[in-house]
């Protein structure tokens, strides 16, 4: 019992690792994106861009590219092949006997929130599981049954100043994503081992080992609102820099409140991430009703053949580069945030601002990284002659 009372002790004390003030923003009842539980069809997995890619649905150019696309920069490879190694352990066998906790759901919250933060976690939400979030295959065909209660959605930063100094679209752009994939999976498989051998089922979902889609998850933990980046959540903290993995566990938790920042009136006045997308993909229009959710049309085809298919880098995130909120910590740009949060009329100003200030182009001062591609087993500098698909 001694156990039990020291968390409810440290609970009540409201100290925490968060980075954040998440408590500074406005929290509603349901997620801002409208959605019809009742008309969401469960989503499977191999009907995604990256799949249809690899089938030569756009084409023998991108289907080529598809599975080389992350690998031929080494340092994105080097990142992928591990987010690939912890693959095999997103889930283990339970331990036999539970261990003594706290009945509060509140303290075993904060508790697994604090945990998350001590493996390197940026934020950290809970939620439910909605049942429309689980996917309904695996990637390899097999049907998902994943009747877990609640949800730990956990969200890596990118790296503003790699972000600051990138075009979106070079040849670091796939190795920012899967640092945060594999950073964010390695925290997820630790955290859902540890509840594990707390005596409660858990598992780690991440990049290659999703079993659930991660946007509804993201907003009704409260981590961000959908935005115009078609599928993409946008956190008022990190902007759409950031990738989530998720815990989903029957460990007694209590649940986040959705958040309500304004994004959606912004993204209505901005636009930066239609314009600047090179694929064109990314709708300049309004909202659409599409599988039980409203929000803005992406084309995925010509997003993943972007992604998959750039012969001048490695992926893209052309849209998180530029999107306004991606914005380094400073108090300035607290200050800021916090207004376009709380006072819709200067949201207009405040995007010419963005551009104005030079917000969204590259700053090569702080590259770091080496444009290397590997073309047919061979490392060459970026650009060189190439024979692969030529």
């Given amino acids: 019992m001694g156990q039990v009372s020291s968390l409810d002790k440290q609970f009540y004390q409201q100290v925490s690792a968060e980075p954040f003030p998440s408590g500074s923003l406005k929290r509603v009842d349901r997620p801002t994106t409208v959605i019809d539980a009742e008309e969401v069809q469960r989503i499977d997995p191999r009907d995604d861009g990256f799949h249809k890619a690899a089938r030569g649905e756009y084409g023998s150019l991108v289907a080529r590219e598809s599975n080389h696309f992350v690998s031929k920069n080494p340092l994105s490879g080097a990142l992928s092949k591990m987010t690939k190694f912890l693959a095999a352990h997103g889930d283990d066998l339970v331990a036999g006997q539970k261990a003594p906790l706290t009945e509060d759901p509140r303290a075993m919250s904060w508790h697994i929130k604090e945990t998350a933060y001590f493996l390197r976690a940026d934020m950290v939400g809970v939620c439910e599981l ?155 229009g309004d909202k659409a009703v599409h599988n039980g959710y409203e929000r803005w049309p992406l084309d995925v085809r010509k997003c993943s053949s972007m992604r998959v298919g750039n012969q001048h880098g490695s992926g893209c995130g052309t849209c998180i580069k530029v999107c306004p909120w991606n914005k380094p910590d400073t108090l300035l740009h607290r200050a800021v945030n916090w207004g376009v949060r709380s006072i819709p009329f200067i949201r207009s100003a405040v995007i010419k601002a963005d551009d104005v200030l030079g917000y969204g182009k590259p700053k090569p001062e702080y590259k770091w990284w080496l444009d290397l591609e590997d073309v047919d087993g061979t490392l060459r500098e970026a650009g060189a002659a190439r024979s692969r698909g030529s």
Wanted: charged share 15%; with cysteine.
């Fill in 130 to 284: 909605p049942p429309y979030a689980v996917y309904s295959h695996s990637r390899e065909g097999e049907p998902i049954e994943l009747d877990h209660k609640y949800a730990v959605a956990i969200l890596v930063d990118q790296d503003y100043r790699t972000s600051s100094a990138s075009t979106g679209n070079d040849w670091i752009s796939s190795a920012m994503s899967f640092r945060s994939y594999s950073a964010s999976g390695f925290i997820a498989c630790m955290l859902a081992d540890y509840i594990r051998r707390l005596g409660y089922p858990a598992r780690a979902h991440f990049s290659m080992n999703y079993q659930v889609v991660v946007p509804p998850i993201l907003a009704w933990a409260g981590l961000g609102e959908m935005s115009r980046i078609g599928n993409i959540v946008v956190n008022p903290f990190l902007g759409p820099r950031f990738k989530a993995s998720v815990v989903t566990t029957d460990l007694p938790l209590a649940v986040d409140r959705p958040i309500d920042f304004g994004l959606h009136d912004f993204c209505s006045k901005c636009g930066k991430c239609a314009e600047q997308c090179p694929a064109q993909a990314i709708s300049y």
